[in-house]
C-alpha cells in the first residue's frame, strides 16, 4: 500500500514570547517583529505523516504552507524531518487573511497539487487557537473531516481508523479516505531532525529567496539558477495569487469577514487589595479573616 | 442590508442525551440578544431520542425548537449534522448563530462558516448588540463579538459586518444559565431528516467516556499554581495547600503547558471558568485568559514574588513572596488554627 499524504503547516509568532509595537493600529498583527516558529500541533500532524510513511515507504508525504517569505523556514524543518517536498503559497494580498480566506487559498492550491489520501493539519495555531481553517479546508474541498485525532489505529486501502478525543473521553471513527484530519499534540511526538538531512536540504531553497540571490550577484541568472536548484532537488516551489488563479476579493482582507472593530489594551481596574506580609502571623490573621467570612471551616 | 433576519439560533448540542451546559448557557445570552435585536431566540436539537432535550430549551427562554430526530444522528458525526444544520440555517438566514467552544462546536461551526460563507468568532468571552460606525460605513445592530487575543496582550472586538448571518462559538461557564419562570411558548417544529450519501463517509465505531474525575466547577475552595511555581516538585505544595484546607487543585495554562498539571484542571479561557468561594492563585501573573477563567469568584488571594503582576489588581489579598516560602507558612498557620 502506498498513500498520498499532505500536511498543512504554519509558521506562527511565539505568542509565549510578546515584546512592544506587535500590534499595529489596525488591530492586526505585525508578525515580522516576532520570533517565528512551527505550529506546534501541525509538526504533530508531521510527525504522524511521517510514521504513515515509515510503514508504507512508497508514501508520499508534501507539505504546504501559506505565508510570508520567511515561512519557508519551516518548510525546510519539514524537509529535515523526512518530508518528500514542501510547496510555498504567498503573496502580499493574502495578507490580513482571517480563517475563511485562508482556507480559500489552501484549498485552491490542494486543488491544483492533484489528489491525496490523507490531509494532515495541527488542530489549531497557538496565535488564534481558532481551530477553524481545517474544517473550512474540508468543507472547501467537499472532503469529510476527523477534528481532535488523537492516535492512528488502523489504515486499510480505502480507510482509516482513528481515535479522536470527545467531550469527556474518546471515540473510534473509521473513515473513508480521502479525508482531512487535524491532530492534537498528545497524538505523537515530532521526530527530530536527521543529520543527514539537514546536510541535504540546508540549501534548499524557494524562488523568492533565489531571486534574492540574483538580486546581488549579477553573474547570476534567475531561470538557471531555478532549474540548478530543482535538478538537485533543493527547488521548494512557490505560488503567488495570480499562478493559482485565484479571485482576488476572497482572499486576505478582502476575502475575510471578520474585521477587528476595536483593540484594547488590558487596562486593569485596579481594584485595592489587602496586602498581607509573607510572615507566618500575618498570614494567620489572614486565616482568621476568612475563618469570619465563613470562606474556612 | 433590507429584510434581514432578527433572530438568534443556539445550537443545542448533546451527547448519549445528555445536553451540554454550555447550550442553555447561550440560550440564557441568546435570549437577551433577540430581545435588543426584537426577534426571536430558536434553538436546533439533533440527536436520537432527544425530544426532552428539545422541551427543555424553552427553560431557556427560546421561542421554538426546531428537532431534527433520527437513529443516523445518534451520535455526532459532521457531516450529517452540518448537513442538517446547514439546511436549517440557509432556508431560515437567522441573524445570528451561536454554538457552544466544545469539541462538538469547534468542529461543525467552521464548516457551517464555510458553507454559508459567515463571519465566525471562535472562544467569545462576551457578546453583545451595538450599533457600528466601520470604515465611515453605518450598521445598525451588529453583533459585537469579543474576545482576548494574541497571548492575553489584548481584547478584540470582533464585528462580520457584511455577512447577513454572525457565528461566534462560546466556551462552556463564560455565561451564566438562568431558567426563565414562565416559559412563554412550547413549540417545538419537527424538520425531516433527509440522508445523504456523504453520510456514512465516517462512523462511529466505538465511544469511551471517562467517569469524571475532577469537577472544578463545584468546588468551593481552589488552589491553582502558575508557571511561578518553577518546577513539578515545587507544584506539590498546591496539592499539599489543597488537602489541608480541603480544596481542589487547578493550574493556569502555562503550568499545564510545562506539563506541571494535567489539562483537565486548567482554569481560564481555554480551560474550565470558575467561580468558587475562594480562589488561592500562586505563582499566576495573571494573563487575562487565565483571569477571564477566575475573576468572578468570591475572594481571590494571590501569592506572587513580583508584585506588579495583573493578578493583584483583581485579588482581595495579596501576599508579595516566594511561593515555596509562602504556601509551607500557610499550611502550618491553618494547621495550628485546628489544633
Do not use: W
Request: hydrophobic share 40%; net charge neutral; glycine share 8%.
Amino acid at each position: 500500500m502506498e498513500f498520498k499524504i499532505l500536511v498543512l503547516v504554519k509558521q506562527v509568532p511565539d505568542t509565549a514570547n510578546l515584546s512592544g509595537d506587535v500590534m499595529q493600529e489596525d488591530g492586526t498583527v505585525n508578525r515580522s517583529k516576532l520570533p517565528a516558529i512551527f505550529n506546534p500541533e501541525d509538526k504533530v500532524a508531521l510527525e504522524l505523516a511521517l510514521q504513515v510513511k515509515d510503514k508504507y515507504p512508497n508514501s508520499k508525504v508534501s507539505v504546504i504552507t501559506m505565508g510570508p517569505p520567511r515561512a519557508t523556514d519551516i518548510l525546510r524543518e519539514c524537509l529535515y524531518m523526512g518530508a518528500d517536498e514542501a510547496y510555498l503559497i504567498t503573496d502580499r494580498k493574502f495578507a490580513g487573511a482571517d480563517t475563511l480566506a485562508t482556507s480559500y487559498v489552501l484549498s485552491e492550491a490542494i486543488k491544483k497539487l492533484g489528489h491525496f489520501d490523507l490531509i494532515f493539519g495541527g488542530r489549531q495555531a497557538i496565535d488564534g487557537d481558532t481551530a477553524q481553517v481545517g474544517p473550512q479546508t474540508a468543507e472547501k474541498l467537499n472532503l469529510p473531516q476527523v477534528t481532535y485525532a488523537q492516535q492512528i489505529l488502523d489504515i486499510t486501502q480505502t480507510h482509516i481508523s482513528i481515535k479522536r478525543k470527545i467531550e469527556g473521553g474518546t471515540e473510534v471513527v473509521k473513515a473513508k479516505m480521502p479525508v482531512l484530519i487535524t491532530v492534537i499534540k498528545e497524538a505523537a511526538f515530532p521526530r527530530p531532525f536527521s543529520a543527514k538531512r539537514v546536510m541535504a536540504y540546508k540549501s534548499a531553497k524557494s524562488l523568492l529567496e533565489l531571486e534574492k540571490l540574483v538580486e546581488g550577484n549579477s553573474l547570476l541568472y534567475i531561470d538557471t539558477l531555478t532549474q540548478e536548484y530543482k535538478d538537485k532537488g533543493l527547488f521548494i516551489p512557490t505560488f503567488t495569487m495570480d499562478e493559482l488563479q485565484l479571485d482576488p476579493d476572497k482572499c486576505g482582507v478582502k476575502g475575510s469577514p471578520t474585521k477587528v472593530y476595536k483593540v484594547e489594551s488590558v487596562v486593569l481596574a485596579s481594584k485595592s487589595h489587602e496586602l498581607f506580609e509573607p510572615s507566618k502571623t500575618a498570614i494567620s490573621n489572614l486565616i482568621d479573616r476568612l475563618m469570619a467570612d465563613h470562606i474556612f471551616g | 442590508m433590507e429584510n434581514i433576519s432578527k433572530d438568534v439560533f443556539v445550537f443545542v448540542e448533546q451527547n448519549r442525551g445528555i445536553p451540554a451546559d454550555v447550550s442553555f448557557e447561550l440560550l440564557t445570552k441568546g435570549r437577551k440578544l433577540a430581545d435588543k435585536l426584537g426577534g426571536e431566540l430558536k434553538a436546533i436539537v439533533l440527536g436520537y431520542n432527544v425530544e426532552d432535550i428539545a422541551k427543555e430549551t424553552f427553560t431557556y427562554g427560546s421561542d421554538e425548537c426546531f428537532l431534527v430526530d433520527h437513529p443516523e444522528l445518534k451520535y455526532f458525526r459532521t457531516l450529517p449534522y452540518s448537513n442538517a444544520l446547514g439546511d436549517l440555517i440557509l432556508t431560515y438566514q437567522p441573524r445570528i448563530v451561536l454554538f457552544g467552544a466544545t469539541i462538538i462546536g469547534r468542529d461543525i461551526a467552521p464548516r457551517l462558516a464555510s458553507k454559508t460563507k459567515s463571519g465566525l468568532t471562535a472562544d467569545c468571552t462576551d457578546l453583545q448588540i451595538s450599533d457600528v460606525v466601520y470604515l465611515k460605513q453605518d450598521y445598525k445592530d451588529l453583533l459585537l463579538q469579543i474576545r482576548p487575543a494574541f497571548g492575553g496582550n489584548i481584547i478584540a472586538t470582533i464585528i462580520t459586518p457584511d455577512t447577513k448571518i454572525q457565528m461566534a462559538t462560546v466556551r462552556e461557564g463564560v455565561m451564566q444559565k438562568i431558567p426563565v419562570s414562565n416559559p412563554k411558548t412550547h413549540k417545538i417544529t419537527k424538520i425531516e431528516y433527509k440522508p445523504s450519501e456523504v453520510d456514512n463517509l465516517v462512523e462511529v465505531i466505538e465511544q469511551h467516556i471517562e467517569e469524571k474525575k475532577v469537577n472544578l466547577k463545584a468546588a468551593p475552595i481552589i488552589v491553582a499554581g502558575g508557571y511561578g511555581m518553577g518546577s513539578k516538585e515545587n507544584f506539590r505544595l498546591i496539592h499539599e495547600l489543597a488537602k489541608t484546607i480541603g480544596g481542589e487543585v487547578a493550574g493556569s495554562r502555562a503550568a499545564v503547558d510545562a506539563g506541571f498539571i494535567t489539562p483537565d484542571r486548567q482554569v481560564g479561557q481555554t480551560g474550565v471558568t470558575v467561580r468558587p468561594k475562594l480562589y488561592i492563585a500562586c505563582g499566576i501573573s495573571g494573563a487575562i485568559q487565565h483571569r477571564a477563567g477566575m475573576q468572578e469568584s468570591n475572594k481571590i488571594i494571590a501569592i506572587n514574588n513580583d508584585p506588579d503582576a495583573p493578578i493583584f489588581s483583581i485579588a482581595h489579598y495579596g501576599i508579595v513572596g516566594d511561593v515555596t516560602e509562602v504556601i509551607p507558612m500557610f499550611i502550618e498557620a491553618y494547621k495550628n488554627k485546628l489544633k
